[in-house]
């Protein structure tokens, strides 16, 4: 059964700094990663994907892939308030729908 | 671009009604559509991949007859609870892909808030 782990938080962070945000998942085969942000009673909103290993960098997002370690993070430089929901990280491949992880609750304060 | 709609956004319903859920990708075509669930202070949960002209795969767990998915065309695909039960009420969401071979990111639904009586 795939997995994806991740901290459900609250992570609190204050304005300006950089929010950082892990993942973990279990099956080796996974090929893609993505980072969903997510309102509350509001759907899934895709902030970034990456499929190699290494950085992947959008505006204030940097995305990490590290394959070997199975593991997957999230920057957010320059923390703002909107950015306060919870951050899903999903897991995929091909034609396969996404696993996700529960979720991190960020709270930016201003 | 990669715009998908659902309808309705809400719905209230009596206990052992049937419910239909429509999910379209307005501005792609989308070769499989994902349905998930969403319980309170839960993740998203895969319920089914669905295919146009196909029938869809049902992860373990969900029942395929209480569940009814229908990919009729490239741009819509319908669920339907039947005999909807108070334990279905859920937060549904689906999502389209672009249906690229490895990289398939996909693009959700506001979701549709279901509430059965």
């Known amino acids: 059964q795939k997995e994806v782990e991740q901290n459900s938080g609250p992570l609190s962070v204050p304005e300006g700094a950089i929010a950082s945000l892990n993942c973990t998942y279990s099956?080796?085969?996974?090929?893609?990663f993505f980072w969903y942000r997510q309102y509350s009673g509001k759907s899934p909103e895709l902030i970034m994907f990456?499929?190699?290993?290494g950085d992947k960098e959008d505006g204030r997002f940097t995305a990490q892939l590290n394959k070997a370690s199975q593991y997957v993070s999230l920057l957010i430089r320059d923390s703002q308030p909107s950015d306060s929901a919870t951050y899903l990280c999903?897991?995929?491949?091909?034609?396969?729908?996404?696993?996700f992880g529960k979720g991190t609750h960020l709270i930016i304060q201003p | 671009g990669a715009v998908v709609s659902q309808h309705p956004s809400r719905v209230i319903c009596k206990s052992g009604t049937s419910v239909k859920i429509e999910c379209r990708s307005l501005?792609?075509?989308?070769?499989?559509m994902f349905w998930y669930r969403q319980f309170p202070k839960q993740s998203l949960m895969l319920m089914a991949t669905?295919?146009?002209?196909?029938?869809?795969?049902?992860e373990q767990g969900v029942e395929k007859d209480k569940f009814l998915i229908n990919h009729a065309s490239l741009t819509l695909s319908t669920l339907t609870v039947t005999s909807a039960h108070p334990e279905d009420s859920s937060f549904y969401i689906c999502?389209?892909?672009?249906?690229?071979?490895?990289?398939?990111?996909?693009?959700f639904g506001p979701g549709t808030r279901l509430t059965v009586l």
């Open positions: 669905s295919n146009e002209g196909s029938k869809a795969t049902y």
């Open positions: 999903a897991v995929g491949g091909g034609a396969d729908g996404l696993t």
């Open positions: 501005d792609f075509q989308a070769t499989t």
């Open positions: 099956d080796r085969g996974s090929q893609s």
């Open positions: 990456i499929y190699s290993n």
């Open positions: 999502s389209a892909s672009l249906g690229r071979p490895t990289y398939n990111e996909q693009f």
